[in-house]
Nanobody
Framework: QVHLVESGGGLVQPGASLKLSCAASGSTLSGCPMAWFRQASGKDRELVGAISMSGKSTYYLDSMKGRFFISRDNAKNMVYLQMNTLESQDTAVYYC?????????????????WGQGTQVTVSS
């Protein structure tokens, strides 16, 4: 089972950009569709974006389109989340996950692993 560790979170001002990273160990990421989720205090966990095994296909919730971009580098066993024009409502713990691709129309691959999360706080 792949072990995932997120990094790159922190405190930023509204309007700033931030890039989160997810490093995998224990197994190669290339066989797993991947996703970023987030959970704000007192709210349910929600999907931010997902990416196919090859990286050629992505999926975002409509509310995330245009500001959040997921990418991956299978050679480095890494997944990334670029977040732009951050707002206070983006404050949450962000989780990297290895998922089942068919859940989001991203083709084959079925994995189930989660990182411990990284806190992103957007505040002036």
């Amino acid at each position: 089972q792949v072990h995932l560790v997120e990094s790159g979170g922190g405190l930023v001002q509204p309007g700033a950009s931030l890039k989160l990273s997810c490093a995998a160990s224990g197994s190669t990421l290339s066989g797993c569709p991947m996703a970023w989720f987030r959970q704000a205090s007192g709210k349910d966990r929600e999907l931010v974006g997902a990416i196919s095994m090859s990286g050629k296909s992505t999926y975002y919730l409509d509310s995330m389109k245009g500001r959040f971009f997921i990418s991956r580098d299978n050679a480095k066993n890494m997944v990334y989340l670029q977040m732009n024009t951050l707002e206070s409502q983006d404050t949450a713990v962000y989780y990297c996950a290895a998922i089942r691709g068919e859940d989001y129309g991203l083709g084959p691959g079925e994995c189930d692993s989660w990182g411990q999360g990284t806190q992103v706080t957007v505040s002036s």
